[in-house]
């Protein structure tokens, strides 16, 4: 039996992207999932376990990434993280998002 890979998901609020993108890749019998935000007010905030937790970590923004490696620096030292570029722009579960999500995040897993 194989591990199953953990991938966790990060927006802002955790209230769109993210949440979505847990949602497509949950169902995957190959990865763990979970998703979290950057800001403060987010649904769920990103902690420090789930930064232990994760083996992939995907943003959806650049400023995502530079706002976990300014709070997680040495956490992250041998975390690979995946900048998607997907803009603000898509309600949860959003069907242009989820073509989205599951094209260039399944590139990225292969």
Request: hydrophobic share 35%; proline share 6%; glycine share 2%.
């Amino acid at each position: 039996m194989t591990k199953k890979i953990n991938l966790l998901f990060i927006c802002s609020r955790n209230q769109w992207r993210s949440p979505t993108a847990e949602n497509i890749w949950k169902k995957h019998p190959e990865y763990n999932t979970r998703s979290s935000g950057t800001s403060p007010n987010a649904k769920k905030t990103v902690s420090p376990s789930d930064i232990r937790w994760a083996d992939k970590i995907f943003v959806m923004e650049k400023k995502h990434k530079n706002r976990l490696v300014a709070k997680f620096t040495r956490m992250l030292e041998y975390k690979p993280i995946y900048v998607l570029n997907i803009p603000d722009e898509y309600a949860y579960m959003d069907p242009e998002l989820i073509e989205e999500l599951k094209e260039i995040v399944g590139n990225l897993l292969k």
